[in-house]
């Protein structure tokens, strides 16, 4: 616990905090790391069923293979990690979170301040227009044999993810932005190996590193916890309540 105390007071003491998260934190929503043993990817190569180049060009195999991942995310629940996270940021401990997932759950469990920077599968939009959709709206032309699924104006409609092969978008942008100032980083669920998010930690004076399985960053990090994220942050939050 004295560990817990002192990363808790190094939140409380830093200038700016914010958090990077990663798919390790939605494990216990019941969504399996993509890349594990019983990960989303275990069945196929996600740099071709999640690509730009397959969604565009071979949409049948996408809504085959890529799309269900995608679907399957929709229906999971925030778990007490993301809830510890967005109480943080209403406490103030925390300015906001920038996260890897595309699984909407740092939303659904109240978080305001959130850089998506892989998008996310809440919306979509059509390509031509630009005009923009619930993923209800997908789900339903998709289920009708819609593919790929199109606009009124007959564009081609796609999800708000970042597929391989896309660009960047501007939430990655705001993200760095954010890190120019930010003092201490609390990194969740993240082995820091996927390019360029991993560049970030860089940028903050301070880590803390709540992760399973070792990352590049631990040796250069203030506080590592290789434990369950969920059960670190509520007790970080618990002592941040209690100083």
Known sequence: MEKIKEAANLIKNSSKVMALTGAGISTDSEIPDF????????????????????????????????????LDLNDKKANDGHIALAKMEKDGYIKGVITQNIDNLHFKAGSKNIYEVHGETRGIHC????????????????????????????????PNVVMFGDMMPRDFELAMIEMESTETLIVVGTSLTVSPVNM???????????????????????????ENSSKVLGEIYKELNDL
């Open 35 to 70: 890349r594990g043993k019983n990960g989303y990817y275990k069945d196929m190569d996600p740099v071709n069923s999640l690509s730009k180049n397959r969604l565009e060009n071979e949409p049948e195999i996408f809504y085959r293979e890529g799309y269900k991942i995608l």
């Open 127 to 158: 390509t031509k227009c630009q005009k923009s959709y619930s993923f209800k709206v997908m789900e339903e032309k998709v289920s009708k044999g819609e593919i790929p699924p199109k606009c009124n104006c007959g564009g081609t409609l796609r």
């Open 200 to 226: 970030l930690p860089r940028y903050a004076k301070h880590l803390i590193i709540i992760n399973e399985t070792p990352t590049p960053y631990d040796s250069y990090t203030d506080f590592v916890f290789h």
